[in-house]
């Protein structure tokens, strides 16, 4: 994830399964749950399967909540649904949100995707994200003790030459996935969000020492309303909350790279 990993306060971090031998995405199975914890997962699948059928069913299909999410049962302001997505777009960073908290709630969830990105471990790529995500002043402070912190000894250390590039053949992941959000505080033209979220960070590739994994974070962003949309001032880091590892066994080195290339990450989170 981005430097503001630095921050981090929390406690718990999610492990990959033990690498086998050759490969530091093999591993061993951990051991097979019984069959009532199977059961158990069968039917959260089953209810969830339902739930989505319902909510399709719910919708109008344009987007747009209607009168009925204010009877009994709605859902709340958190919830997936919502206004249209916004039309704007600064890059690949969309903009223009609503001056409302779900609008805070947009802006911190897709500013979590971009400062969480790849992008920023390239200088020119960087200071566009940035420039975009937070508010003037914000900016122009973080701008040269960022240039400092992505120095090349820190990329060597993830395995990127001095321009933040990967070696040939791998892949160097970053990717942040926000779960959920909340409204911390909201009053006008200032919100304060906390986005849950998890994300993948690590090179991929067949002499990679530091391997994709997860991990499970909330990001809280201090926002303004600035220029008829919200930016960051100022955003802090700590672990968790993380769930309980799964029984899957970590994929190769190839299938990682080629799932990075095949699936492109979302640019609206919310």
């Not at 039917?43 to 109008?60: C, E, H, K, Q, Y």
């Not at 960022?146 to 030459?161: H, I, M, R, T, V």
């Not at 960070?201 to 309303?225: A, C, N, Y």
């Not at 700590?238 to 990075?260: H, L, N, R, T, W």
């Amino acid at each position: 994830m981005s430097l503001g990993d630095e921050n981090d306060g929390g406690q718990t971090r999610t492990r990959l399964p033990e690498g086998g031998a050759g490969d530091v995405y093999g591993g061993a199975r951990r051991p097979a749950r019984n069959s009532r914890s199977l059961i158990t997962v069968v039917g959260v699948v089953v209810l969830l399967i339902a739930a989505i059928a319902f909510a399709n069913r719910s919708g109008d299909g344009d987007g747009d909540t209607g009168d009925g999410a204010k009877g009994p049962g709605a859902a709340a302001p958190t919830s997936a649904t919502g206004v249209r997505p916004v039309s704007g777009r600064n890059g690949t960073i969309p903009t223009g949100y609503a001056h409302d908290e779900q609008g805070a709630q947009s802006a911190a969830s897709n500013y979590a995707v971009a400062l969480g990105s790849d992008g920023m471990f390239k200088t020119d790529s960087r200071h566009a994200i940035v420039d975009t995500v937070y508010a003037p002043t914000a900016a122009a402070k973080l701008k040269g003790p960022q240039d400092e912190a992505y120095s090349p000894d820190f990329l060597q250390k993830l395995g990127l030459d001095a321009d933040g590039n990967p070696p040939q053949g791998s892949t160097f992941v970053s990717r942040t996935i926000p779960i959920g959000t909340k409204v911390e505080s909201f009053s006008g033209d200032t919100a304060k969000v906390s986005v849950w979220y998890t994300g993948l960070i690590g090179m991929s590739g067949p002499e990679s020492t530091d391997p994709v994994s997860t991990t499970w974070k909330t990001w809280t962003f201090d926002l303004q309303w600035t220029d008829n949309d919200w930016k960051v001032t100022a955003d802090s880091q700590k672990d968790g909350p993380a769930p309980v590892p799964g029984d899957i066994a970590a994929s190769s080195a190839d299938d990682i790279s080629k799932a990075v290339a095949e699936y492109g990450g979302f640019t609206y989170a919310r």
